[in-house]
């Protein structure tokens, strides 16, 4: 029989299978899960296999499987919480799957995002997590001579989830998964909260864009105003970048109207930081003067003065999620069983969708309106009198 290899010498598929007495196909199959290898035989070679201390050659396997233990990730801002603290989810479930994490920060340019596509893909990258609203191609000048030559959109290859985004339409063949917001749901339980407290000059800070998540959340503001019998008043919609600076000059707008809203409700936290302080500059207290809510649960919501009431989005978990399921699109494409067990997706054949629960965290930034502010507001109403319930 021969002699298994030296302990100082590095062990090679070839020691593992004629230790085991397979095939170094068998050996492959066995240690990457695949369902057609025999439990006691699994069980032989990956004994074998830690006996002799192997460890398989990533650029050997890659060469082999066409792929690599790698993921793409590719985000608008990284610099911004909601996508730092997905990318810490991501990387979780991907370092105990052994996997290994490539951030690719787009800065919002369509552009850059189709050029890392291009790149993780020649890299042969096992699959991909899409993260933040699609990007749009900048508009194209007058004189159509002057305008760039643009490359077809890249349609990646590789097993794909979107977070915060959907599939792009026209792609052949099954749905990847989408992991997705209902924004709408969530705004309007966040207005229908400063409804309940007697607010109904409501001004709404939205996000930069036509995008539909932008889309959604006007929906939710539209909707909870419906429900208490509110007309909306337009000049009380404004939008702004997803920065201090941006809900500063939002806020500003807003407040300097002869008929201020009593009540502010903006897209994401650092937005409503910014309210906060265009409030200070006009001598406005809050919430004695003036509510103030955000969106998203950053960490420096709970440390703002006041405390800022928000919309808690589960960021770290919907990067664990969105990884558990790249995963699993990956096994079922390499044709293994699938390692890391996740319950199944709910939706349709057509388009596998969750949506990522949201909470609405009330902290100390919106109170009741004043005295005034409430005459100002039955001035408004009428005489009508609506009791707002909102069912999480």
Not at 141 to 153: I, N
Not at 172 to 200: M, N
Request: a neutral charge; charged letters at 25%; one cysteine or more.
């Amino acid at each position: 029989m021969d002699e298994p290899a030296p302990s100082n010498a590095t062990a090679t598929i070839y020691d593992v299978a004629r230790e085991s007495g397979v095939s170094t196909g068998t050996v492959s199959r066995a240690l990457n899960g695949h369902a057609e290898v025999g439990a006691a035989t699994r069980a032989r070679v990956i004994e074998t296999a830690a006996r002799l201390r192997y460890r398989p050659d990533p650029l050997a396997r890659g060469m082999i499987t066409r792929t690599t233990a790698l993921v793409g990730l590719v985000v608008p801002d990284v610099a911004a919480p909601f996508f730092h603290e997905l990318a810490r989810g991501v990387e979780d479930v991907a370092s105990a799957n052994g996997q290994l994490v490539v951030l690719c920060n787009t800065d919002r340019s369509l552009e850059k995002e189709q050029r890392y596509l291009r790149t993780l893909g020649a890299h042969r990258v096992g699959g991909l997590i899409l993260a933040g609203a699609p990007l749009e191609a900048p508009a194209a000048p007058a004189d159509q001579s002057e305008a760039p030559a643009t490359d077809t959109p890249v349609q990646p290859a590789q097993p794909c989830v979107f977070v915060i985004r959907r599939e792009p339409p026209g792609r052949q063949g099954a749905a990847w998964p989408a992991l997705l917001l209902d924004y709408r749901k969530a705004v309007r339980e966040e207005i229908g909260y400063l409804l309940s407290l007697g607010h109904r000059r409501i001004g709404y800070v939205n996000g930069p864009g036509a995008r539909e998540n932008a889309t959604e959340r006007v929906a939710g503001y539209r909707q909870a105003l419906a429900d208490a019998g509110i007309s909306l008043d337009p000049e009380l919609v404004t939008d702004a970048d997803f920065s201090i600076e941006g809900g500063y000059a939002a806020a500003t707008r807003l407040l300097d109207r002869t008929e201020r809203p009593t009540a502010l409700a903006l897209a994401n936290d650092h937005m409503a930081l910014g309210a906060l302080q265009a409030a200070r500059t006009r001598g406005l207290a809050v919430p004695g003067e003036l509510s103030i809510v955000g969106f998203d649960d950053f960490a420096v919501a709970a440390l703002a003065a006041p405390a800022l009431t928000t919309v808690r989005v589960p960021m770290r978990e919907m990067g664990a999620r969105a990884m558990h399921l790249l995963l699993e699109q990956m096994a079922l494409r390499s044709g293994r069983a699938a390692s890391c067990k996740s319950e199944p997706a709910p939706g349709t054949a057509a388009e596998r969708v969750e949506y990522a629960a949201t909470e609405l965290v009330v902290r100390d930034s919106a109170a009741p309106p004043s005295a005034g502010a409430r005459a100002d507001n039955r001035r408004h109403q009428g005489r009508k009198t609506t009791e707002v319930l909102i069912t999480p």
